[in-house]
C-alpha cells in the first residue's frame, strides 16, 4: 500500500490555509515550511499537522525542495495554500498511487478568480503535482519553478481547484511580487533588461 506525503509552503496564508488543509486531511502526512508567517497560519495549520517548519525564504524552487526533503510519503501531492482537492481527485489520487503506472501525473488546474470558474482566457491548465517521491526534484529557480520527474508522466483530469485571486487587489498584488522576483531571477542569469523588453 502506498502513502501519500502533502507539502505546502506559506507564507501569510491565514485566509487560504484551512480550506486547502480541510481538502487533503485524508493524506498519510501533510508537511508544512513556512516563512515566518506573522499571521495566523501556523496556529491554523496545527490544527491539522505537527510537521510545520519555520525557516527563511529562498525563493518558490528552494522553498519546495526542503519541503519535498521532509517528506516520508512513497508518493508526493505538492500543492499551494489557495489550492484545493476535490473529491473526485481525492479518489483519483487514492486509486492511482496504488497501482503506480507512471513516476509522475499532471493534474487539470482549473483557475477560481473572485470566487468564480474562469471557463475561458486559459483559465484551466495542467500542472505537475504527484509524482513519486525518490523519482522528483524541484529546480533551483526563486519563481516559475518546476519539478522534474525521472521516468514517465500521466495526466489525471480530476480537478485541483485554484483559488488564485480573491479580488484584484490580490491580482496586482501577485503581479507586482512576481514580476520582482522574475527580474532577480533574469538579473542572476547575466540577462539585461530594457524599456523594449518590459513593453
Known amino acids: 500500500m502506498s502513502s ?13 490555509i484551512k480550506a486547502c488543509l480541510e481538502s487533503v ?12 508567517s506573522k499571521d495566523n497560519t501556523c496556529q491554523i495549520a496545527r490544527e491539522y499537522t505537527n510537521n510545520i517548519h519555520i525557516t ?7 522553498q519546495k525542495q526542503r519541503a519535498l526533503e521532509k517528506a516520508n510519503g512513497n508518493w508526493v501531492l ?11 481527485l481525492k479518489q483519483k489520487i487514492l486509486s492511482t498511487i496504488n497501482t503506480e503506472q507512471q513516476h509522475g501525473y ?4 482549473p483557475l477560481i478568480f473572485c470566487n468564480k470558474l474562469i471557463r475561458y482566457a486559459n483559465g484551466t491548465n495542467y500542472h505537475l503535482c504527484l509524482f513519486k517521491r525518490n523519482s522528483a526534484q524541484f529546480t533551483p529557480d526563486i519563481v516559475h519553478e518546476s519539478v522534474k520527474v525521472n521516468g514517465p508522466i500521466g495526466i489525471i483530469h480530476e480537478p485541483l481547484y485554484h483559488h488564485s485571486f480573491s479580488n484584484v487587489g490580490d ?14 531571477k533574469r ?3 547575466g540577462k539585461k533588461s530594457s524599456l523594449f523588453t518590459a513593453i
Do not use: C, F, H, M
Not at 501519500?4 to 487560504?16: A, K, R
Not at 499532471?106 to 488546474?109: D, G, Y
Not at 496586482?172 to 520582482?180: A, D, F, P, V
Open 171 to 184: 491580482l496586482l498584488e501577485k503581479i507586482n511580487r512576481y514580476s520582482t522576483l522574475n527580474a532577480e
Open 25 to 36: 486531511k485524508w493524506a498519510d502526512e501533510i508537511v508544512i515550511v513556512d516563512s515566518g
Open 187 to 189: 538579473l542572476k542569469q
Open 106 to 109: 499532471k493534474i487539470k488546474r
Open 56 to 62: 527563511d525564504w529562498p525563493g518558490y524552487g528552494p
Open 4 to 16: 501519500l506525503s502533502v507539502i505546502i509552503i506559506t507564507y501569510n496564508e491565514e485566509s487560504n
Open 78 to 88: 505538492s500543492i499551494d495554500a489557495d489550492e484545493r482537492v476535490s473529491p473526485e
